[in-house]
């Protein structure tokens, strides 16, 4: 069965940094772009980035650029997303997904919690 | 970047009838890159329709897609409450976007 199993919910607080992950199983990683999609509490849909696991190459929407970091290990199968400092408006899920005719994989979410 | 724009934002139908759902974009989108999915409540989206009008694997055939350039329609045929969800065009070329969304209801 092809899968993105993304990590478990975060609490952090402003300033903190934050690493999370989705490792992809039932095909070949780095033969397709994963995607990160940002979802506010009540809100849509927001395209952050997108990684090639293959050429290590990353790209970034203007909105989020600076801000995070998209990185993939090809060997553990996993991509990550990542900040430095977040701050209380980076509350959301995030979704990574697999690029491929559109999004067609969507790993379950991570809720991050960024709260004093 | 390419702004899309769903309208209704929500539209309230009653079983058995037919919902359409429109996603105009702000310049012309290819049509290989536009899809629709569906998110239910709690829920990650799925892949309903890509290039315009091919349906994902195990989506109903109520649901169809049409359109080019700026304007691109999802129709669903025959509703039924498990349709209950919200639909997000999304044109994935070279800076991707996502529409707004339009939440969809059973009265």
């Known amino acids: 069965e092809v899968q993105l199993v993304q990590s478990g919910a975060e609490v952090k607080k402003p300033g903190e940094s934050l690493r999370i992950s989705c490792e992809g199983s039932?095909?070949?990683?780095?033969?397709?772009?994963v995607a990160w999609v940002r979802q506010l509490p009540g809100k849509g849909l927001e395209w952050m980035g997108r990684i090639d696991p293959k050429q290590s190459e990353s790209r970034y929407s203007p909105s989020f650029e600076g801000r995070i970091t998209i990185s993939a290990d090809k060997s553990m199968k996993t991509a990550y997303l990542q900040w430095d400092s977040l701050v209380a408006s980076d509350t959301a899920t995030y979704y990574c997904a697999r690029r491929s005719t559109g999004l067609d994989v969507w790993g379950q979410g991570t809720t991050v919690i960024v709260s004093s | 970047e390419i702004v899309l724009t769903q309208s209704p934002d929500t539209l309230s139908l009653s079983p058995g009838e037919t919902a359409t759902l429109s996603c105009r974009a702000s310049q012309s989108v290819s049509s290989i890159f536009l899809v629709w999915y569906q998110q239910k409540f709690g829920q990650a989206p799925r892949v309903l329709i890509y290039?315009?009008?091919n349906r994902a694997k195990g989506v109903p055939d109520r649901f169809s897609g049409s359109g080019s350039g700026t304007t691109f329609t999802l129709t669903i045929n025959r509703l039924e409450p498990e349709d209950c969800a919200v639909y997000y065009c999304?044109?994935?070329?070279?800076?991707?976007?996502f529409g707004q969304g339009t939440k969809v209801d059973l009265k």
């Open positions: 039932g095909y070949s990683f780095n033969d397709y772009w």
């Open positions: 290039g315009t009008h």
């Open positions: 999304q044109q994935y070329g070279t800076s991707p976007t």
